[in-house]
């Protein structure tokens, strides 16, 4: 498979439910043309065309980006799913193998790291599925981390302490810490003030902001 594969670049479907992350990983893997073609941008939902690899952005949906990667394989559309994301604890690691998840890739991998990890996994080999990794990245103090806006763009979806922790696999002990931190970060008193925040950060879902040009598929 991997022989006829080489003679044209790998279809590569962008999914995520944040149309800035979707720019961004499009910006990232562009200088790669001659190796990657991104067929489609997909904002919510599974791919529509169909594709070598769907590579999902984890960001604010770790648990749903998994039951979607079994949805995407599901359907047919695509052949592996690659899963981008920067952290990884060993029980996400472990669903992620047993939904069919073929890569699971840190936000700290490099654009010429991502294109080969493509190529590979399309070749037949699964990568970062077998160990624990940790990527949590540190911010300036008056700046959301990224963990941080993970869980503001939760609060802006409407979801509770305990859904925010069973979506990132964390405690709610542990997300009410990072919701006062955002609180205090954003100079706001409540959820529905921090909501308001996170649209003009362009954390909420383009589907649910109303907002913003679609992104066109090539």
Do not use: C
């Amino acid at each position: 498979m991997f022989e006829i594969l080489s003679t044209r670049p790998v279809r590569v479907a962008l999914v995520n439910d944040y149309e800035i992350i979707l720019r961004g990983l499009h910006s990232m893997l562009s200088p790669y043309r001659d190796r990657i073609e991104v067929v489609e941008h997909k904002v919510g939902g599974t791919p529509d065309r169909v594709a070598d690899v769907a590579l999902f952005d984890t960001f604010a949906a770790r648990r749903g980006a998994l039951n979607r990667a079994r949805r995407m394989i599901e359907e047919g559309l695509v052949d592996h799913v690659v899963v981008y994301t920067w952290d990884a604890a060993p029980q996400f690691l472990q669903i992620a193998e047993a939904t069919g998840v073929s890569a699971v890739v840190l936000k700290s991998t490099t654009g010429e790291e991502l294109v080969n990890i493509i190529e590979r996994v399309v070749g037949g080999e699964f990568v970062g599925l077998d160990r624990v990794v940790q990527g949590v990245r540190s911010s300036p103090s008056d700046e959301l981390s990224m963990r941080e806006q993970e869980v503001l763009a939760l609060i802006a979806l409407g979801h509770t302490n305990a859904a925010i922790g069973q979506q990132l696999f964390l405690s709610v002990d542990t997300v009410k810490t990072y919701v006062r931190r955002v609180f205090a970060k954003l100079e706001v008193n409540n959820r529905t003030q921090a909501a308001l925040k996170a649209a003009g950060l362009s954390l909420t879902p383009r589907e649910l902001s109303g907002s913003g040009p679609p992104i066109a598929s090539r």
